[in-house]
């Protein structure tokens, strides 16, 4: 009995603690109201209302709900500024509101402006591939340099879609040029580089940037659609190249900087961001690819620079630990995805092939591609991810097939990507009943492999031209989250009732490159942005409200 009431006592204290740390968490955090109308003074119902704090760089975004009205609490305190945008029209950015701790702040906005004309569906600062301008090389000095040494890693519409001023064309040669040395290829000479940075500048010059609303839906946002919040924050290195990103088991996001070079830290609760800096001996700074965090807390992520190693975090003791990168595996220490299996091997897909450390012992191994095998030239390596049965699929992104490996046999099989056209699958991750999804780019869907058959099927967001890029699955209700990459939206697909929802970010071009469901709270989803050629890194994430990701 005794026993029984300390317990009911601790309990009771434990919860009154917890209410009070809440409570205080609420008392120094502000709201934002308001309601949002049409030229005519009328209510506007589904239209989007965005909130920005500039000196703390945060970007919030929520959708109006009945009789116009929007909130936006949990806002730190600060000066505020608030745009509607909904049903073809505008407002204009509201004056700078304070919004004090524990306060409500009430910010109206009229749609009288119209919005921006509609951006077409294209990679960010790009030309759209399906334009038919971007199918030939244009004549002149450095075209054949080009059509020959720039297409051993990608295809030439890589170069015919881009659009970047002298300054970006000469920072993206430098990249490619190392990257080519850090896999082995033969690098151009001096002159050759010289040639293709004239033959680019002339032929490819930057696209005028889009206005922020230019992605943005012209219609009224209705339904599970209107049940979301954004949270962003820019990075002052606005070209550090914030490619991935992955969430801790505290709900923390983290992503990698590819051109910052460091690790960049978002907590959602305090939305405060940090930064830390691994330990360079060769290169001013590390080249940061795909991460991946362990369910114990450990980042795992390569090094494509010069280092030439692959490299962990441990998040709670601030640890790095360094793990060099064999010569004997082709290709640089880079590669595009990593992914964690359950017997804690770490995989990476490379050139035609899958690469894997074993972190207990240090043993690398690799598994090269029937296609490589065959023709020795690069069929492509993209996403990763272990299947439920524990056998590892990599995408080859230059052949439109999907790679097996089985980590027991060494054996290596091939599937081709049953669509008409080209497919260019990307990332992927693995479903709650053990099976891959992958975005396939180029046609726009997402693919289904049945890893029991091997079978594949393809799904059709509600957006054409999408770009479908990065996938993540919320476990808990097997939904499968994807970025629709050329159109600026998050789009969450539910096999079970075959529905699909759209849930578009605040700006144009936001470039999303990956997203991550937190296991722990599905109705968060993660995602980070490139911010390459003109753009702005970013991180950030949408948060679904009245419980919608459970339906």
Same mark, same amino acid.
């Given at each position: 009995?005794?026993?029984?009431?300390?317990?009911?006592?601790?309990?009771?204290?434990?919860?009154?603690?917890?209410?009070?740390?809440?409570?205080?968490?609420?008392?120094?955090?502000?709201?934002?109201?308001?309601?949002?109308?049409?030229?005519?003074?009328?209510?506007?119902?589904?239209?989007?209302?965005?909130?920005?704090?500039?000196?703390?760089?945060?970007?919030?975004?929520?959708?109006?709900?009945?009789?116009?009205?929007?909130?936006?609490?949990?806002?730190?305190?600060?000066?505020?500024?608030?745009?509607?945008?909904?049903?073809?029209?505008?407002?204009?950015?509201?004056?700078?509101?304070?919004?004090?701790?524990?306060?409500?702040?009430?910010?109206?906005?009229?749609?009288?402006?119209?919005?921006?004309?509609?951006?077409?569906?294209?990679?960010?600062?790009?030309?759209?591939?399906?334009?038919?301008?971007?199918?030939? +090389?244009?004549?002149?000095?450095?075209?054949?340099?080009?059509?020959?040494?720039?297409?051993?890693?990608?295809?030439?519409?890589?170069?015919?879609?881009?659009?970047?001023?002298?300054?970006?064309?000469?920072?993206?040669?430098?990249?490619?040029?190392?990257?080519?040395?850090?896999?082995?290829?033969?690098?151009?000479?001096?002159?050759?580089?010289?040639?293709?940075?004239?033959?680019?500048?002339?032929?490819?010059?930057?696209?005028?940037?889009?206005?922020?609303?230019?992605?943005?839906?012209?219609?009224?946002?209705?339904?599970?659609?209107?049940?979301?919040?954004?949270?962003?924050?820019?990075?002052?290195?606005?070209?550090?190249?914030?490619?991935?990103?992955?969430?801790?088991?505290?709900?923390?996001?983290?992503?990698?900087?590819?051109?910052?070079?460091? +690790?960049?830290?978002?907590?959602?609760?305090?939305?405060?961001?940090?930064?830390?800096?691994?330990?360079?001996?060769?290169?001013?700074?590390?080249?940061?690819?795909? +991460?991946?965090?362990?369910?114990?807390?450990?980042?795992?992520?390569?090094?494509?620079?010069?280092?030439?190693?692959?490299?962990?975090?441990?998040?709670?003791?601030?640890?790095?630990?360094?793990?060099?990168?064999?010569?004997?595996?082709?290709?640089?220490?880079?590669?595009?995805?990593?992914?964690?299996?359950?017997?804690?091997?770490?995989?990476?897909?490379?050139?035609?092939?899958?690469?894997?450390?074993?972190?207990?012992?240090?043993?690398?191994?690799?598994?090269?591609?029937?296609?490589?095998?065959?023709?020795?030239?690069?069929?492509?390596?993209?996403?990763?991810?272990?299947?439920?049965?524990?056998?590892?699929?990599?995408?080859?992104?230059?052949?439109?097939?999907?790679?097996?490996?089985?980590?027991?046999?060494?054996?290596?099989?091939?599937?081709?990507?049953?669509?008409?056209?080209?497919?260019?699958?990307?990332?992927?991750?693995?479903?709650?009943?053990?099976?891959?999804?992958?975005?396939?780019?180029?046609?726009?869907?997402?693919?289904?492999?049945?890893?029991?058959?091997?079978?594949?099927?393809?799904?059709?967001?509600?957006?054409?031209?999408?770009?479908?890029?990065?996938?993540?699955?919320?476990?808990?209700?097997?939904?499968?989250?994807?970025?629709?990459?050329?159109?600026?939206?998050?789009?969450?697909?539910?096999?079970?009732?075959?529905?699909?929802?759209?849930?578009?970010?605040?700006?144009?071009?936001?470039?999303?490159?990956?997203?991550?469901?937190?296991?722990?709270?599905?109705?968060?989803?993660?995602?980070?942005?490139?911010?390459?050629?003109?753009?702005?890194?970013?991180?950030?994430?949408?948060?679904?409200?009245?419980?919608?990701?459970?339906?």
């Amino acid at each position: 009995m005794f026993k029984d009431l300390t317990q009911r006592a601790v309990t009771a204290m434990l919860m009154l603690f917890v209410t009070v740390c809440f409570a205080r968490a609420a008392d120094n955090r502000g709201v934002v109201t308001g309601v949002v109308k049409n030229s005519s003074g009328k209510p506007v119902v589904g239209a989007f209302v965005k909130v920005k704090n500039a000196e703390r760089r945060l970007t919030f975004m929520v959708v109006s709900q009945a009789q116009g009205r929007y909130t936006l609490d949990q806002l730190p305190p600060g000066k505020y500024t608030a745009q509607g945008v909904g049903n073809g029209f505008q407002s204009e950015w509201s004056e700078p509101m304070e919004v004090a701790a524990g306060k409500s702040t009430k910010i109206d906005l009229s749609l009288t402006a119209p919005q921006a004309a509609p951006l077409r569906a294209a990679w960010p600062s790009r030309m759209p591939e399906e334009d038919p301008s971007v199918k030939t +090389l244009p004549e002149g000095a450095g075209k054949q340099i080009v059509a020959s040494r720039c297409t051993v890693c990608h295809e030439f519409t890589e170069v015919t879609t881009t659009r970047m001023d002298r300054d970006g064309w000469q920072r993206t040669l430098r990249e490619m040029r190392q990257n080519m040395k850090n896999a082995n290829f033969k690098d151009l000479s001096d002159d050759e580089a010289k040639s293709v940075l004239e033959y680019v500048v002339a032929n490819f010059p930057p696209l005028p940037k889009p206005d922020p609303n230019s992605r943005l839906p012209r219609t009224l946002m209705q339904g599970e659609a209107m049940k979301y919040r954004v949270v962003e924050y820019e990075l002052e290195d606005t070209k550090a190249e914030t490619h991935d990103i992955a969430v801790d088991p505290n709900g923390v996001g983290w992503a990698n900087q590819r051109v910052g070079g460091k +690790l960049g830290r978002f907590d959602p609760e305090t939305l405060e961001y940090t930064e830390v800096t691994p330990q360079v001996n060769k290169v001013p700074k590390a080249r940061m690819g795909n +991460l991946q965090i362990s369910s114990n807390g450990i980042i795992w992520l390569p090094d494509g620079s010069a280092e030439r190693r692959w490299m962990s975090y441990d998040i709670k003791n601030a640890k790095w630990t360094y793990y060099d990168f064999p010569a004997s595996i082709r290709g640089g220490s880079g590669g595009n995805s990593m992914a964690i299996a359950k017997d804690g091997v770490i995989w990476n897909s490379g050139p035609g092939e899958a690469r894997s450390l074993k972190p207990a012992t240090g043993e690398w191994k690799s598994y090269d591609s029937p296609t490589w095998l065959k023709t020795k030239m690069n069929p492509g390596g993209y996403g990763i991810a272990v299947a439920g049965d524990g056998k590892v699929w990599f995408a080859e992104n230059n052949v439109d097939k999907m790679a097996r490996v089985d980590p027991a046999t060494g054996q290596v099989d091939e599937f081709k990507v049953p669509v008409n056209g080209k497919a260019y699958p990307r990332r992927m991750a693995t479903d709650a009943e053990g099976n891959i999804w992958v975005g396939l780019w180029s046609a726009g869907k997402l693919m289904k492999i049945d890893t029991k058959t091997a079978e594949m099927t393809t799904f059709d967001p509600p957006t054409p031209f999408s770009g479908a890029y990065s996938i993540s699955v919320d476990k808990t209700h097997n939904l499968i989250w994807a970025t629709l990459h050329r159109v600026d939206k998050l789009a969450r697909y539910n096999p079970k009732t075959n529905t699909w929802v759209e849930f578009p970010l605040p700006q144009a071009e936001t470039d999303v490159r990956r997203i991550e469901v937190d296991q722990h709270n599905p109705n968060r989803i993660w995602w980070s942005s490139v911010g390459n050629f003109g753009g702005q890194a970013r991180m950030g994430y949408i948060e679904l409200l009245n419980g919608s990701g459970s339906k």
